[in-house]
């Protein structure tokens, strides 16, 4: 006799019944990527070319490997992609992977620096004189990509670099998806596309520390993220106009923008706590500079006023520190 919990006979499903889907096994990623080669006319620095694209140093979408090899993430047109550059015997070596591993390829010479024009600067100031001779590598890349730098400038508007660091560091490690690419989706990601950006809970946003003002102006840009990445094909000026339609972008962040994804070498960034006291010092010994000021040393550099204040931040030439560093905010506990 069956036990008082013997299991029941299954009967059969009826014949109608829909099979159950097994969900496809995910393919192995291919060790090797798509590869190109890009050799560079003139002194280059991989690393002065693609620093601007790094926020922090724990910044899941960027790397620097002790190989001396960059490895960066996008979310391309075609699709998310991995990307590793290293410069190597006068050329630049490059292997890509994902869907978006072409496009990244094709792009990789304007991403680069080709398409700018270091030749057209002419130094007006001893100390750029002298920073120019130090960093001769230096070129403006151009990623053809306005979302990416968008967002992360966007959060850190009237911040500390800290706090957007760890912003960045967090949204895009929750919301983002694991970088293709053998071992990169282990330490690397790919940034959330708009749609998912939409859709982040405000809560979330608290947690990583963006008030409501950040978060509602990067809401309203994802909400017309084609539009916006239409700029990215546009002159510099043209592209700044675009994005400060938005309401909570303005000329400081369109500046940051454009310097990125278009490589304006005029974009220079206005409203900044820091640069106008950083050229004054650096330029006239005005280490109280305001914008007006920034700007009246920086015109004989028109066109080029993005490059001459690199070059500036790069000779090192800064003011000491007279007032305590911005407090960090920790809105989560507010």
Known sequence: MAGRFAPRPRSA???HAAPVPVPAPRPAQPVDGIRRRWTPTGPYDLGLVLGPL????GDPTFQAAPDGSVWRTSLTPAGPGTLRVVARGGAVEAEAWGAGAEWMLEQLPDLLGESDDPDAFVPRHRLVVAAQRRRPGLRLCRTGLVLESLIPSILEQKVT??????AWRLLVRTYGEPAPGPGAGERLYVMPDARTWAM???WEWHKAGVDAKRSSTILRAVRVARRLEEAAAMDPEQ??????????IGPWTSAEVVQRSNGAPDAVTVGDYHLPGIVGHALAGDRDA?????LELLAPYAGQRHRATRLILLSGHTPARRAPRMAIRNIAQL
């Open 13 to 15: 499903p009826p014949s």
């Open 290 to 294: 305001d914008d007006a000021a920034m």
């Open 200 to 202: 982040i809970p405000s």
């Open 239 to 248: 592209a700044a106009a675009r994005l400060e339609l938005i309401p909570g």
């Open 54 to 57: 790094r926020r922090g140093p």
């Open 161 to 166: 670099t800290v706090e957007a660091y760890r």
